[in-house]
């Protein structure tokens, strides 16, 4: 037992030595005071890139197919009244993976005329950037609707635009999250009818039997989880957001 003791002991102590015989690199990090102009605009430089960073994920995901993937499923879940049944881990994981299968196409020609070249020196980051943006432009102006689009240039009074290129990115955004959260709520209302219809006539059934105080979900929700997998409901739900962005 002493021996067993000892040993975190002998190690160490043992450490200092053996880092001195290997020449194990260290790390050191540290804030030091400008004094050039240089030295300012590279902090300026590095801050406005970690501020980038983190805000990153959020524009990547909104200029994405996973805001319509990820409220449709979670319309399905409270329409049937599971609460938190799939867990969200579950459905943001399912709609991730839904996320990168719609976009695959896209990504695969983002990869192709821009990634890859720039890794091999064919073209300069800017010119990466660019023919990135205007991929992912394609891709949101093939999703995106006329209506919302118009709102967005009336609300900046812009000029009419002429064609796609002359509509910027800061008015594509947004009008394309503003049609992404139209079509998913018009699919979450299709989706809440049929279970709607299995509430109301479970509420009719226990209100003419007198039992008032027994709660309607109790007896609705097995009802609508038969439903549901009769029909085959998540392969209906995947199948018919995958061919939305058809």
Request: overall charge negative; proline content about 6%; glycine content about 4%.
């Amino acid at each position: 037992m002493k021996t067993h003791h000892a040993l975190p002991v002998l190690l160490v102590l043992l450490l200092p030595a053996v880092a001195e015989a290997v020449n194990l690199p260290t790390l050191s990090l540290g804030i030091k005071e400008a004094t050039t102009p240089a030295e300012v605009s590279t902090a300026l430089q590095v801050l406005l890139v970690l501020t980038i960073l983190t805000v990153a994920p959020a524009i990547l995901l909104m200029t994405t197919a996973f805001t319509r993937i990820v409220i449709v499923l979670g319309f399905v879940r409270q329409a049937m009244g599971t609460q938190n049944t799939p867990p969200n881990q579950v459905l943001l994981g399912l709609a991730l993976f839904l996320t990168f299968f719609v976009m695959a196409p896209t990504l695969n020609t983002l990869n192709q005329q821009a990634l890859q070249p720039y890794m091999e020196d064919k073209i300069t980051q800017q010119q990466a950037l660019e023919r990135s943006v205007m991929i992912m432009r394609e891709f949101m102006f093939s999703q995106v609707q006329e209506s919302e689009l118009q709102l967005f240039i009336d609300i900046t009074k812009e000029q009419q635009p002429e064609n796609k290129e002359a509509i910027s990115s800061s008015i594509l955004i947004p009008a394309f999250m503003l049609s992404e959260l139209k079509r998913a709520f018009q699919m979450g209302f299709m989706i809440y009818v049929p279970f709607l219809v299995i509430d109301m006539l479970v509420a009719s059934v226990l209100m003419a039997m007198g039992m008032m105080m027994l709660p309607p979900i109790v007896i609705s929700l097995p009802f609508k989880l038969l439903l549901f997998v009769l029909v085959d409901g998540w392969q209906l739900v995947v199948g018919s957001l995958m061919k939305s962005f058809g």
